[in-house]
């Protein structure tokens, strides 16, 4: 099942194209890394999947009235603050879908111990798996996510790259914007790769993460094996 269909969107600052003719589908069962490096789209491509940007083109999301896109998709911004002394049980909450979905969000992200403590009390990582589990707690088919794993430690990136998992494992839909290429290699079941608001590659984390495709978009040379625990990628040296 389709959860997201984009047809040629384009958006646009001015008369240069940021994102710029991205055709896209993302079905039920896949984990979607969204790759580039800085200034490539990659937020704005997911805020206009969503119709939070002017935006030309066509994108299922964008075309659901306001209800029904959040039953159909959650969405976790890069801003990570949180400006109110709301305690973290009741800002998961605030998704909406009721307590049993509370409390599933808060165990997938370690968070059972934290329901009374103050949001704003907690270290910046913390905050960040919170809003996290506040997403997870919309319950939806798709969740989209920008930069997750930014802030987060060790640990905490890779449990939230493997509850993603887990949810793409269920029969949902991930499409989440990651920097770290290791975890993306390890983790997504698929990788999209934009550069200067294009889509240039898409498929099997191995194929997009090619010799060519490292070089020409990130300018880097990587390291790929495979092991016990699964692939392992990183990016080794600049080439340019």
């Known amino acids: 099942m389709s959860l997201l269909h984009l047809t040629n969107l384009t958006v646009r600052r001015g008369e240069c194209p940021v994102v710029d003719d ?11 890394g969204l790759l580039g490096p800085n200034g490539a789209g990659k937020t704005t491509l997911l805020r206009a999947c969503l119709g939070l940007i002017p935006h030309e083109g066509k994108s299922n999301l964008s075309a659901l009235p306001a209800r029904t896109r959040a039953r159909a998709v959650a969405f976790l911004p890069q801003g990570r ?4 002394p709301v305690a973290v049980g009741e800002l998961v909450a605030l998704a909406g879908r009721g307590q049993g979905a509370t409390d599933r969000a808060m165990a997938r992200m370690g968070l059972a111990a ?15 798996r919170v809003l ?7 319950d939806t088919p798709l969740l989209l996510a920008d930069e ?3 802030g987060l ?12 998992q887990d949810l793409a494992s269920e029969g949902r839909g991930v499409v989440a914007s990651l920097h770290d290429l290791g975890l993306a290699a390890r983790h997504c079941t698929r990788l999209v790769l934009m550069a200067r608001g294009r889509l240039v590659a898409d498929g099997p984390p191995r194929e997009v993460l090619s010799e060519t495709n490292l070089a020409e978009v990130f ?22």
């Open 81 to 84: 603050e949180i400006a109110w």
């Open 153 to 164: 430690d060790p640990e905490a990136q890779i449990r939230t790259c493997k509850v993603f």
């Open 114 to 128: 934290y329901r009374d403590r103050s949001a704003t009390a907690l270290s910046g990582g913390e905050q960040a």
């Open 148 to 150: 997750p794993a930014a």
């Open 22 to 32: 991205v055709s896209l589908t993302v079905k039920a069962g896949e984990f979607v």
């Open 132 to 138: 996290i589990a506040r997403a997870l707690a919309q």
């Open 219 to 240: 300018g880097v040379r990587g390291f790929h094996a495979e092991t016990p625990l699964g692939p392992v990628f990183q990016p080794m040296d600049v080439i340019r």
